[in-house]
């Protein structure tokens, strides 16, 4: 299976335009932006529009505040969902199937009747041996009052040591009749069982191998019906050799895990790391993971291909803000600072992650600072700005979704 590692990139789709007005502005050829603003002011302007956006008047931005907050390191990884118990249902006695009692794609319980084959033989043979035991019960209480007037005889000497041997030999042929007469009872009574099929564990059934009034046999390679335990379920991943430490620590301290099923609604589905294989894939580099989901509505679904997000650890007091208030220039990447002036001052930032619409940084601005999330594309360095409300409430992206700073694993 492949792996995802963590990646870095800002994906609004803002961001491309904001950034190619930053890099314009800011970092682009030809003369710094306020260099310009000087080239372009007239001697008469007695310094009219100087540090105010384009046309002399303040610019309309919005803005938010650096704040520190628990940042969740996250790794994310294609998937592919497995039940966690397969179970192929096999005749152990041979018979016709009388009884189907089930539908294909059900439900089933452990311990639940599915099929039910032709029992008439095998009752007819436990009721013989029934007789049989009966019989042998009877004779052998006639052997044994008999061997007790043979023992009390044999003092008066009325009858031999022959006759009294005869009669105890007897008694015990007759108590092992009996006891092999009730293993046979035993046996048929547990072929009689086997003539109910029923499941072994809980889950959903698949296809039907076999009909109603179908000749089934014990030694038949094909299954009558595979049962697949999908609650709970497991998701099976991989991920780079490098994070086996992080993992190795979050399966020691049961650390939680989404698992996204694509599609039109993209549903989630908490779950659990339950598992790490005990070696590396030497032709990838990769280990192998599973994480394990109730799954009680059954949104997962045996096979699927779906994305595991795996929270490892959760880093505190991590400098955060929306993640528009980040752009790619050619410095790296920046944030417009609004000073006390309402001036505006772009600043090289380090990013450590961005988790959903939220970025980490680890350097470049302070607590506290308020950065430009919206209009950047209007600024130059030393622009003054209003701050206008959020005209939209950019939608939340998936939960746990994170990349990393610079391509650091």
Do not use: C, H
């Not at 309309?60 to 390191?73: C, I, Q």
């Not at 319980?109 to 008439?120: A, K």
């Not at 209480?141 to 005869?166: G, P």
Request: aromatic letters at 4%; charged letters at 20%; a positive charge.
């Amino acid at each position: 299976m492949g792996f995802l590692a963590p990646a870095v990139s800002v994906t609004l789709s803002a961001a491309a335009v904001m950034a190619g007005a930053a890099y314009f502005f800011w970092a682009g050829p030809g003369p710094a932006p306020v260099e310009s603003a000087k080239a372009a002011s007239k001697p008469g302007d007695k310094g009219e529009g100087k540090g105010k956006g384009r046309g002399g008047q303040a610019a309309p931005v919005t803005a938010a505040t650096v704040v520190e907050a628990d940042m969740p390191v996250v790794l994310t990884a294609p998937g592919t969902v497995e039940p966690l118990a397969t179970v192929a249902v096999r005749p152990r006695v041979d018979g016709q199937i009388v009884e189907v009692a089930f539908r294909e794609g059900d439900l089933v319980t452990e311990g639940s009747v599915l099929f039910r084959l032709d029992d008439r033989m095998v009752k007819a043979q436990l009721a013989q041996v029934e007789a049989n035991i009966a019989k042998d019960e009877a004779t052998l209480r006639d052997a044994q009052a008999t061997l007790a007037r043979r023992q009390a005889l044999i003092e008066k000497q009325v009858v031999t040591e022959a006759s009294l041997d005869q009669a105890r030999f007897a008694v015990e042929g007759l108590k092992a009749a009996i006891a092999s007469g009730r293993a046979q009872l035993d046996s048929q009574r547990t072929a009689l069982d086997y003539l109910t099929i029923r499941a072994p564990i809980t889950g959903r059934t698949g296809g039907l191998a076999t009909k109603l009034g179908a000749q089934v046999r014990s030694q038949d390679g094909t299954a009558m019906v595979t049962i697949n335990q999908t609650r709970p379920i497991l998701v099976t991943f991989s991920l780079p050799q490098r994070e086996l430490p992080a993992v190795r620590r979050a399966l020691a301290a049961r650390a939680s895990a989404e698992v996204a099923v694509p599609g039109p609604q993209r549903a989630v589905v908490p779950a659990t790391i339950a598992f790490i294989d005990n070696q590396v894939d030497k032709q990838t580099g990769a280990i192998a993971l599973k994480v394990q989901a109730e799954n009680a509505e059954e949104v997962l679904w045996p096979g699927q291909a779906v994305e595991v997000k795996l929270t490892v650890e959760v880093k505190s007091r991590v400098l955060s803000a929306p993640a528009t208030a980040v752009l790619p220039a050619q410095q790296g990447m920046i944030a417009w600072v609004i000073g006390p002036d309402n001036k505006v001052a772009p600043k090289v930032v380090t990013v450590e992650r961005i988790v959903g619409q939220t970025v980490f940084l680890s350097g470049g601005v302070a607590a506290g600072d308020r950065v430009v999330t919206d209009g950047q594309m209007r600024l130059a360095p030393g622009t003054t700005v209003t701050i206008e409300e959020p005209r939209t409430q950019p939608a939340k992206g998936p939960p746990g979704e994170e990349r990393r700073a610079n391509g650091r694993g």
